[in-house]
Nanobody, 122 residues
Framework: VQLQASGGGLVQAGGSLRLSCAAS????????MGWFRQTPGKEREYVAG????????TYADSVKGRFTISRDNVKSAVFLQMNSLKPEDTAVYYC????????????????WGQGTLVTVSS
């Protein structure tokens, strides 16, 4: 499964961005999809995950109430709507697909996209 993420960019604090990620195979539609992020010198951090039916949605505490994950199984795509962005949200965001219908922060994530950079200025 190949993943292509897009939608990153430069935004001012308080602004919004919508990330998109398209998977190359329909098999992604049967598995959990999610987003992680990483900043230089830090480990990759879980942001959000969504089950194959669009259920069992989980978020990192740092983004709850501001970010919304969704998916479109017809398009084998996952999205991340990011509102009220803060400078600390600046990172490379990676989309990912599990090999199981459900996964989460400590679950197993197998396929990874190339990342898209989000920069939030203060």
């Amino acid at each position: 499964v190949q993943l292509q993420a897009s939608g990153g960019g430069l935004v001012q604090a308080g602004g919004s961005l919508r990330l998109s990620c398209a998977a190359s195979r329909r098999t992604a539609s049967n598995n959990a999809m999610g987003w992680f992020r990483q900043t230089p010198g830090k480990e990759r951090e879980y942001v959000a995950g969504i089950g194959w039916r669009g259920d069992r949605i989980t978020y990192a505490d740092s983004v709850k109430g501001r970010f919304t994950i969704s998916r479109d199984n017809v398009k084998s795509a996952v999205f991340l709507q990011m509102n009220s962005l803060k400078p600390e949200d600046t990172a490379v965001y990676y989309c990912t697909v599990a090999r199981s219908p459900y996964s989460g922060p400590s679950g197993s994530w197998h396929y990874w996209g190339q990342g898209t950079l989000v920069t939030v200025s203060s």
